[in-house]
Structures are given as C-alpha cells and as structure tokens.
C-alpha cells in the first residue's frame, strides 16, 4: 500500500526567536538565519543568530546562511553561532568542503546552487558528492553586487527537475514561492524540501495568515 510524502519545509529569513517558533508550530523542518551578505533581505547579527539557535528544538534543521569564501572563517562563524547546518551561498574551491567537515563534525554542509542558465546541472553535479544537500535558487553571483538569495523571483523549474533526477543527494528549492505557486513548483520539481523568505512575510515580518496557507498549499501536494 502506497503513501503520501509531504515536502519539507524550510523558513527563511528568521529574525527573532518568536518567528522560529511560529515557524516550527507550522511544521516546518528547517530555518534559515543569515548572516552578513553583498545584498538582499533577513540579515541578523550573529549574536541574535546564535541566541535564536540556542532556544530552537535540537530536531531542527538551523541553517546559517554565510556568503563568506574563507573556510576558516565560516568555521569560526559556526562555532561563534553554534548551528547545525551552513547553508553556503556563494561558490567555495572544491578542496574547501574536506576542511569544513574536518573541522566541523555533525555539522551538515548545504550548497546553494543559482539556477541561471543549464550550466546549473554541470555546478550541481560537480558539488554534490562534496555535500550534505544542494539549495537551487534564483541569484547572480556573477553580478558585480552578487545576488546570493532573497530575490524573489522565480527561476526555470525544468531545469531544477534535471538536478533532482540526477543527483543523489536532497535538493531544497528556493526562488519566489508562495502559497500561490508552491504547488505547482512541487509537482513540477519533486524537491526534498521547498524554501521560503519573502512569501510568506508581511512588511518584512513573517504573516501568519501567509505563512498557514503556504504550509497548507505544500500539505495539499501527494507524494
């Protein structure tokens, strides 16, 4: 007998520990803190980043999202915010990844992959066995102020399928969900998780109205 598979859910953008716990009431399996980033929204500082991990269920996913390049000072961001995830947002050499696990056991590494064009597929395919998971979202970090996230804005979900047929390891799906199109951008790219900031928030701050009817909007999804 078959049975349905909810997608998992991750929360972006959190800025106080009341917003992650409306996040987890929801269900959600993850949240996102962001640290210092080139642009776009939901930055904290890393003192209110740490003291908001501290309070959250040891079950949940919390991701720091760092647009740092240098391993050892992502090691000491993680260490300083005491996070069980790096949600890494901007391209690392391939040799940083062994680094970041040595030093960091039982830290889960998470890569986001910006979803510009097919040369997507080649960068996630060639990340992935380095990884814990791949974050395919809607940024340029080839802009002169790189866009590591936030943007809002919808990417090609075809070319999020092929991610996901081929690589063996959980890919998250970001880029302007809402509870309008999550739905069809599940069905359209059978991602582990979906991943939401800016839909779900009201001036900035998380909408419980917006946030129960994208958890309700993902729920409505057979697997």
Known sequence: MGHETITRVKICCIQDINEGWMAVRQGAS???LVSEMPSGPGVIPEDRIAAIAAELPPALGVFLLTSRLDVDQIIAQQRRCRVNTIQVCDRLGYDAYPKLRAFLPGV???QVVHVIDQSALDEAE???PLVDGILLDSGN???PEKQLGGTGLVHDWAISR???ERISRPVFLAGGLRASNVAEAIQA???YAV???S???TDGKLDAVKLGAFFDAVRGVAG
């Open 141 to 143: 970090p080839n802009l």
């Open 199 to 201: 839909g779900v928030r």
């Open 195 to 197: 991943d939401v900031c």
């Open 189 to 191: 790219v059978r991602p």
């Open 126 to 128: 060639a990340v992935a």
């Open 108 to 110: 889960s590494i998470v």
């Open 162 to 164: 092929r991610i996901v």
């Open 30 to 32: 993850a949240v996102g």
